[in-house]
């Protein structure tokens, strides 16, 4: 199988550059410069790993120089990375310079190499020094100054990433240096041509103000007990913009909203099927205390109080995420709409042709941006809801090419096209056809898998996972429960009205459940591809012996495992390239925390659903944009800012535990013309700069990583819909 691999830097990811004055080749170094230390913070990670640099020494007359470097962390680090070192030597005056090949068999006459000295335990553990020795054998050191940089190299497959993390330091021979950040585990990293970012730290910025809340609206509501039906119980959100969906809980059954209840300025809102479960807020809706009640009939019920909060810039236009189908009645199609921003009375065609008696099918109301300035955001979402219509006769095999407009006139567009055969209706879109949620999938081995019996829905999107793992990489319970919370909390509507998507793991919990779960045999290290043995295995070699050839095209398979060759934190594929692509995944993070396991989860089934780290796609798209692994405008676990320690809900770029994808609100910023005083979102000012810089300013700033392709100022930062862009069904991929 043509593999597109995902791979990143999980052992050492850090360089050190350090300025060494040489004065008459003395035996000490003095070291000058000034300390710039850049530390990552890894939320969530248990163990972490840092370097620091003890002491350098230089001799023979200029051919050798020394320097050492403890492990001062408390995770092991795989010797395997350490011949993957860069070194590079320059002079101060920039007159001189050159990197220094590492050479496994030591010294070569005439040349210029460096080499580990001493070092012959099976890992490089914490409170271990590493001894580098560089012999000049060509271009011994004169009695100047000279800036060493020891940068990390990732041999991927289509090249290698320079991963850099540097600051410069000072003090005298004998200080104690500051401490090498490295990234134990660093997020995995997409196979892109030589030069992929640095793990950049997340810029030391102002202190992130609050957003100022709105004055307290004026005007009159007393909210009444409930008496007889219909009660009103509650509004969700109480709060909200004009236009914003809210959600009613009560007996909504035949039932209108009675907006301004018992003022001389009622207005009646009647929306969906049987019913009014959703609303809006009127258009006009002044800054103001509404007081809101259910009608039905005659009778009114109980009164409960809404706020209205002054609009924020321009209400968008709606944008659709998903088409679904929900069931045939002879010639006719039902088919649902889910779109961010839709108003209720959007109204909705398919090929040109208008939809009569769409309606209102359900919602998600959104409270992001209750606590939030919407104008600040480059898509500020309000709510997501969905629509419900059908289309008389459609030609099987055909394009539906289905257009929402919202009532003032903006629109969004998608098409869907049907199967070539009824009987391959996949209603929902993950990749399970009707026929098999409905009962059992027989596979083209005659094996068959019992679907129904572990809860798939055929109008509800399921992601389906076999899981095993190594005993010294078994994931808590935990790691399950915050994986499928995440799917579950998914701002995604179903054909069937419900919100959010089932990940559904098989680890043996038993049930339906007891394929997954299976203990490997050991191995030290594992990865894609190659020949197992010495401690190494292959990832399929397990899948071979461990996933059942039914489940072919059903589930994603993923295994826990001890370590990889080369320290990375997890791979996978992309669905692309057929079929058999896009259902394997490895987690090689076995020095992680619960949260990090579940984010490095996360951000590996991501890939298989078609995710990349600064946005969508996969090759051939690999040279573009959507690889940026640090951009500041895409908060979602898929970044390499986030995977570990989670996004936030904050308009700063800290982790703050919040496991998501994105969903394309924020802004976009432009290197080439960066005002840092409005920040990300907000208007809060937030030092973007890499490397921070300290300071707020305007113009050209680089604000995703200091070098490697994206490592200039000349890139342009889009936030990316991931949620409403997920590929479920990677057999059609």
């Known amino acids: ?26 035996e000490s170094v003095d070291k000058t410069a000034e300390t710039n230390q850049q530390t990552q913070i890894l939320s969530g990670i248990a163990a972490q790993t840092k370097l620091q640099i003890i002491s350098a020494r230089n001799g023979d007359n200029g051919g050798v120089l020394d320097i050492w470097i403890k492990n001062t962390g408390i995770v092991d680090i795989n010797p395997v990375t350490i011949p993957d070192l860069e070194l590079f030597l320059i002079d101060v005056d920039g007159k001189w310079g050159e990197y220094i090949d590492y050479s496994s068999t030591g010294p070569v006459a005439g040349a210029d190499t460096w080499t580990e ?42 090249g290698g990433n320079n991963v850099t993390t540097g600051f410069r330091f000072q003090g005298d021979p004998s200080a104690v240096a500051p401490i090498i950040p490295t990234l134990s585990p660093v997020p995995t990293s997409t196979p892109v041509p030589t030069g992929v970012p640095t793990p950049t730290p997340v810029p030391t910025g102002v202190p992130t103000p609050t957003p100022i809340p ?51 300025n009622e207005t009646t809102i009647t929306t969906g099927a049987g019913g009014t479960r959703y609303f809006q807020i009127p258009d006009n809706a002044a800054p103001a205390i509404y007081p809101v009640a259910l009608r039905v009939g005659a ?50 065609t398919v090929n040109g042709v208008a939809i009569p008696n769409g309606t209102l099918w359900s919602a998600l109301p959104v409270a992001y941006q209750l606590t939030h300035i919407p104008a600040t955001f480059g898509y500020p979402i309000y709510h997501y809801a969905q629509l419900k219509g059908v289309i008389q006769n459609p030609t099987i095999g055909s394009v539906l090419n289905v257009v929402i407009t919202n009532h003032d006139g903006q629109s969004s567009a998608k098409s869907y096209t049907l199967p070539a055969r009824w009987e391959d209706l996949d209603s929902d879109s993950d990749g399970l056809l009707d026929r098999w949620e409905d009962g059992i999938y027989t596979a083209p081995g005659g094996g068959t898998v019992n679907l129904s019996a572990m809860g798939v829905s055929k109008y509800r999107k399921d992601i389906m996972v076999e ?147 600064g ?21 979602s676990i898929m970044s390499y800012r986030y995977q570990f320690g989670g996004t936030n809900q904050s308009c700063n770029t800290n982790s703050e535990g919040l496991y998501t994808f994105s969903q394309g609100q924020i802004k976009t910023i432009d290197e080439l013309d960066t005002n840092e005083n409005v920040g990300i979102c907000d208007n809060n000012a937030l030092d973007i700069s890499v490397p921070s810089d300290g300071q707020i300013a305007v113009g050209v700033i680089n604000s995703d990583t200091s070098s490697g392709r994206w490592g200039t100022a000349d890139d342009t930062h889009r936030d990316s819909n991931q949620w409403g862009n997920i590929v479920i069904d990677f057999r059609n991929r």
């Open 1 to 26: 199988m043509d593999k597109v691999l995902v791979v990143g830097l999980l052992t050492i990811a850090g360089v050190i550059t350090s300025l060494f004055l040489f004065n008459g080749l003395r």
């Open 117 to 158: 000295i001493g070092f012959a335990d099976p890992i490089w553990a914490p409170g271990k020094t590493l001894r580098v020795r560089v012999t000049l054998g060509a271009n011994p050191m004169l009695a100047t100054g000279y800036r060493i940089s020891i940068n990390t190299y990732n041999n991927v497959t289509t």
């Open 214 to 264: 709105a004055p307290t609206p004026s005007g009159s509501c007393s909210p009444t007990s409930p008496g007889a039906a219909p009660i009103l119980n509650s509004v969700a959100t109480s709060i909200g913009y004009p236009r914003q969906m809210l959600a009613i809980n009560g007996d909504t059954s035949g039932a209108s909203i009675v907006w301004g209840a018992g003022t001389a």
């Open 299 to 348: 009778n009114t019920s109980n009164i409960v109080c809404v706020t209205v909060k002054a609009s924020s810039g321009t209400f968008p236009a709606p944008r659709i995420d998903d088409i679904g189908l929900h069931g045939r009645t002879a010639t006719d199609l039902a088919f649902t709409v889910a779109a961010a921003n839709l108003d209720a009375d959007a109204t909705v």
């Open 467 to 613: 899981s095993d793992w190594s005993a010294v990489a078994a994931p808590s319970e935990g790691v399950w429960t915050g994986a499928v919370n995440t799917f579950a909390q998914a701002p995604v509507l179903n054909p069937d009205g419900s919100s959010g998507i089932d990940l559904r793991v098989d680890r043996g919990q038993g049930g339906a459940f007891t394929e997954g779960g299976e203990v490997l045999t050991p191995h030290t290290t594992i990865w894609f591809g190659g020949i197992s043995g010495g401690g190494y295995m292959n990832f399929f070699d397990y899948k071979q012996t461990n996933f059942n050839p039914d489940r072919q095209g059903l589930f994603h398979y993923n295994i826990f495992g001890r370590g990889s060759p080369r320290g990375f934190s997890g791979v996978a594929e992309f669905p692309v390239g057929g079929p058999e692509n896009g259902d394997d995944f490895l987690v090689s993070c076995g020095s992680c925390g619960e949260n990090a396991l579940i984010g490095t989860f996360l951000h590996e089934l991501g890939h298989n659903l078609y995710l990349s780290h």
């Open 615 to 635: 946005g969508l796609g996969a090759v051939p798209e690999a040279s573009s944009w959507e690889h940026n692994q640090y951009r500041p405008t895409t908060p």
